[in-house]
């Protein structure tokens, strides 16, 4: 087909991009340097960087987009793992994760008070009263963090784990704290009192470890407890409470020390740490949960 043959096809419709490129396969074969200008000019800017990065960025965007019955797992992740950005890691907390680190906050507040106590006139509680005040606050906010989880379904595994910490501080740290500030503080309570928090903390990683093979009910939720809860170490806070409203402190203690001036020397009362320490990695006790 000659050159003037395929301009008049061409012209039949009009199009003068159609004319531009059929112009150059009407050369002879013998000369490919303008098949290659041919592809220069028309097929290699459709495949330009700008387009190619256009559908990467596309492609790459929606990789990133969490499948909406991931619970926001997916973005979190994300957000946690990017190497640049400010505050960067505020950024990924959920709502029911910063209501986690009030409970955490309390338990710090609780820990503090009772050193404060402990540099300060032992017949002044102020101090006292405010350690073992700040845990009840802090299992309000622990209640209060898996309600708002659930009420915005959005919950992650470092929801889960800040949870399980924030639980070691509070309900298992600051009531050996309080402890040791009343009087509890010799080398054998310390012994006991740092296993009772041991217990704690192998109690907790053992829920987290647990938590997805567990039977759950309708809700998801599982049915019951291994063991008791860390909170239910409040009722010897509780306990705690009335000792400091009888001024039961230091040599007051109930049921006084054994093997007193020796390396044995203990205060019986600290048993209850250990005994509660037990029940809480218990594998055969299960609780309903409510």
């Known amino acids: 087909m000659t050159l003037t043959a395929l301009e008049s ?16 396969f009407a050369a002879p074969v013998q ?7 041919f592809f220069l000019t028309y097929v290699i800017p459709a495949q330009s960087p700008l387009s190619m990065s256009r559908r990467a960025s596309t492609m790459s ?3 990133n987009v969490p499948p909406s019955n991931d619970g926001g797992q997916e973005k979190q992740k994300m957000l946690l793992s990017a190497d ?15 209501v986690t680190e009030l409970n955490g906050f309390c338990g710090v507040m609780s820990v503090f008070s009772s050193m404060r106590y402990c540099l300060g006139d032992p017949t002044d509680y102020s101090a006292l009263w405010a350690a073992l005040a ?41 009531p050996a704290a309080a402890a040791f500030a009343l009087g509890i503080r010799s080398n054998v309570d310390h012994l006991i009192l740092a296993f009772f928090v041991l217990c704690g903390l192998t109690r907790l990683a053992r829920f987290n470890v647990t938590v997805a093979v567990l039977p759950k009910d309708k809700s998801g939720k ?16 509780g306990l705690m409470a009335y000792w400091v409203s009888q001024s039961w402190t230091h040599e007051n203690i109930p049921f006084g020390v054994i093997a007193e001036g020796s ?16 029940l809480m990695v218990s594998k055969s006790i299960h609780i309903p949960k409510p």
């Open 84 to 98: 640049q950005g400010h505050f960067s890691m505020v950024k990924a907390l959920h709502l029911a994760d910063l």
């Open 263 to 278: 390396a044995l020397e203990f205060h019986p009362i600290a048993l209850l740490f250990a005994l509660h320490g037990c």
């Open 222 to 237: 599982s049915k019951y407890f291994e063991g008791t809860p860390i909170p239910t170490t409040l009722s010897i806070a």
């Open 134 to 174: 700040f845990m009840p606050f802090g299992l309000f906010f622990d209640f209060m963090d898996g309600r708002i989880a659930r009420w915005r379904k959005k919950s992650s595994l470092m929801g889960q784990e800040l949870d399980s910490l924030a639980d070691l501080i509070s309900f298992g740290l600051a």
């Open 9 to 24: 096809c061409a012209s039949v419709n009009n199009s003068q991009a159609g004319l531009a490129a059929i112009r150059p």
């Open 61 to 63: 965007n929606n990789s």
């Open 31 to 37: 000369h490919p340097e303008i098949i290659f200008n």
